[in-house]
């Protein structure tokens, strides 16, 4: 008995098969929002700009975030854009410092590095730049005032109270008088009767006494510059 011959099968002719790929599909769209308004942190044409440079960009807003300076950042009345300075360092390693010439512990920024990010930084701002140094004059509440408003606090509408300003310590030169609250009495102490005795008149003479009683006794060089200028 011999095997019947077997025929090959017939072959089914195919077609070729199109390898299909997944490709992102990109759409555009017209928009008429500025680009600057597109991005995260869109800059705002009447908010009160401050701009730092700095190693730590992460550390911000930190405690600038919180309570009233952090309600008026995110209501927009003021606004903070950090620049990374390592960003503007030299070589693989971005270095910002080097070491100081004619030798010497520690490590000295680089002129260029911080030119170069104090440039990039204050492009197209209007504002005045200031740099933190021993060597400055003395920050001072007047010169927050003149600098266009140089502290959150100072800008209308932070402040629940406008006169809150007005009345702390170094608006007039002088510390600033004792302030008392509730509970009325508390570990011996009181509250002043004047203070509660509805004379403004009195209550205004009694902290400007207070104030310059506290001034002579802890700040006498604040005390000095104080008689001067009267």
């Known amino acids: ?24 599909r990109k759409s555009i769209s017209v928009s008429l929002k500025p680009r600057e308004l597109l991005t995260d942190k869109p800059r705002l044409a009447r908010a009160w700009d401050a701009r730092v440079v700095t190693l730590l960009p992460q550390a911000f ?43 010497g512990a520690g490590m000295v920024m680089r002129a260029d590095v911080v030119g170069n990010a104090l440039a990039t930084a ?29 502290t959150v606090r100072l800008l209308p509408g932070v402040l629940g109270n406008a006169e809150s300003t007005v009345e702390e310590s170094f608006s007039n030169g002088l510390l600033e008088h004792p302030q008392y609250t509730r509970p009325a009495e508390w570990e011996g102490m009181s509250i002043p009767d004047v203070l509660t005795s509805g004379n403004h008149k009195k209550i205004d003479q009694w902290r400007q006494q207070q104030s310059e009683r506290i001034t002579q006794e802890r700040r006498p060089d604040l005390w000095q510059a104080h008689l001067k200028k009267d």
């Open 61 to 103: 807003p930190g405690i600038l975030g919180e309570s009233l300076t952090g309600k008026a950042l995110k209501d927009g009345v003021w606004q903070l854009e950090t620049t990374d300075l390592r960003t503007f360092g030299e070589g693989r390693h971005k270095n910002v410092d080097d070491t100081p010439s004619g030798g």
């Open 122 to 150: 204050h492009r197209g701002a209007r504002h005045p730049m200031i740099y933190l140094s021993p060597r400055g004059k003395k920050f001072d509440q007047g010169m927050a005032q003149a600098l266009a408003d140089a």
């Open 1 to 24: 008995m011999t095997d019947a011959p077997q025929t090959p099968p017939a072959e089914t002719p195919t077609k070729p098969v199109r390898e299909e790929r997944s490709v992102g």
